[in-house]
């Protein structure tokens, strides 16, 4: 019989796959999955602990231009209160399909379009983006017995760019049975977040790491057995929707009250899935640092098979950032990350200069 922590860890490379929702892991990577390098850390010095505030929600503002009006945000599109219709099948090989343009082309590209609509909108994107910040997590849950570990959150700007760094660890933090890293970057435009790569790594206790890749393109996007799928624009991964959700809420694109819905299309490993969250109840939390008001979202209605329900808690005082998450399978295997400490913040706020995404080897 296989030890205990051994079919624990197992379990928890399912249950913290994606996440949100990771349908299972590919049986083979792409070439390019396996050549392509990984993507460094945008440099940020993250020191200064985040002090709570209440959040400053813009107004929604229509202007003729799509301009910001006063100097506020970028006007949206609008909300989906349901997810789009969308085929997770493969798109069929085509002799007419483009090869795939570098991702630091298509990233610089999106940084000038968001550029092309003038310093008002360069101030907005400023404003409406929280400084980077790193959030730390203790992880404790429940398969055949218990199991714990710890998580880290970094959401990095630089200039236009982003990344957000998901890495959790089960077991010892010295002999972590089970590490994984998740990293997604892109670029910030007027309508949120463009992932350009999502990249994930994982490794189990004296095994070696498996990586996998997702790039995006506009509209599509390449999944890690190289298959290409249609992606529509506000398309996220899983590492960047809960920074995509808390942008919604800060630029009032999205009213935090209970009933409201949310509706996003997820790029998972075999193709892009309709996803919709709902503002179930306005909760107080314990936390580290005292008691938190946060929001707590719940996936409905979803469509992924073999997906797994992640549910949210995002804190106004922190940006709407997520303080706590609870991720089930069935009703008796669950795992949560709960707030560890206080969160670290860089010290000065980012200067919207061009800053190129990551990009692949051709």
């Known amino acids: 019989m296989k030890p205990r922590w051994l079919l624990a860890a197992w379990v928890l490379l399912v249950l913290l796959g994606h996440w949100v929702a990771w349908s299972g892991w590919r049986q083979g990577l792409s070439m390019s999955d396996l050549n392509r390098p990984p993507i460094e850390r945008l440099s940020v010095d993250l020191r200064r602990p985040v002090t709570l505030q209440r959040p400053q ?132 435009t007027p309508e949120g977040i463009r992932p350009r790569r999502y990249d994930e790594s994982t490794q189990l206790l004296l095994s070696p790491a498996r990586r996998a890749s997702l790039v995006f393109e506009p509209g599509r996007l390449q999944d890690a057995a190289g298959r290409w799928h249609e992606a529509p624009e506000a398309v996220q991964d899983s590492a960047s929707q809960f920074v995509h959700l808390a ?24 193709g892009v899935y309709p996803w919709r969250y709902a503002l179930e109840q306005r909760q107080s939390l314990e936390s580290v640092m005292g008691l938190l008001d946060t929001w707590h979202l719940v996936p409905q209605g979803v469509q992924a098979p073999g997906a797994l329900i992640a549910e949210v808690w995002l804190a106004p005082e922190l940006h709407f950032m997520p303080v706590q998450l609870l991720i089930r399978q069935g009703e008796d295997n669950w795992v949560q990350l709960s707030l560890a400490e206080a969160p670290l913040e860089e010290d000065a706020a980012p200067q919207n200069a061009p800053s190129q995404p990551a990009s692949d080897p051709p």
């Not at 968001?114 to 959030?135: C, I, M, N, V």
């Not at 714990?148 to 760094?165: D, I, K, N, T």
């Not at 809420?249 to 299309?265: K, S």
């Open 57 to 188: 929600v813009a107004e929604r503002v229509l202007n003729p231009r799509g301009t910001v009006a006063s100097g506020v945000r970028m006007e949206s599109k609008p909300i989906l209160k349901e997810p789009p219709a969308l085929d997770p099948k493969p798109l069929e090989p085509s002799a007419a399909t483009p090869e795939p343009a570098p991702a630091a082309a298509d990233g610089a590209a999106s940084e000038a379009s968001a550029q092309s609509q003038g310093s008002d909108a360069g101030s907005a994107l400023g404003a409406e983006w929280p400084r980077s910040l790193r959030l730390k997590y203790r992880l404790n849950g429940h398969y055949r017995g218990p199991v714990f570990g710890e998580a880290e959150v970094e959401w990095l700007r630089q200039g236009l760019r982003y990344q957000v760094r998901l890495r959790v660890q089960v077991g010892p933090s010295m002999t972590p049975f089970l590490r994984r890293e998740l990293v997604s970057d892109g670029v910030i």
């Open 247 to 270: 942008w919604l809420f800060l630029t009032g694109r999205v009213t935090a009250q209970e009933g409201e819905t949310i509706a996003l299309p997820l790029a998972l490993p075999r």
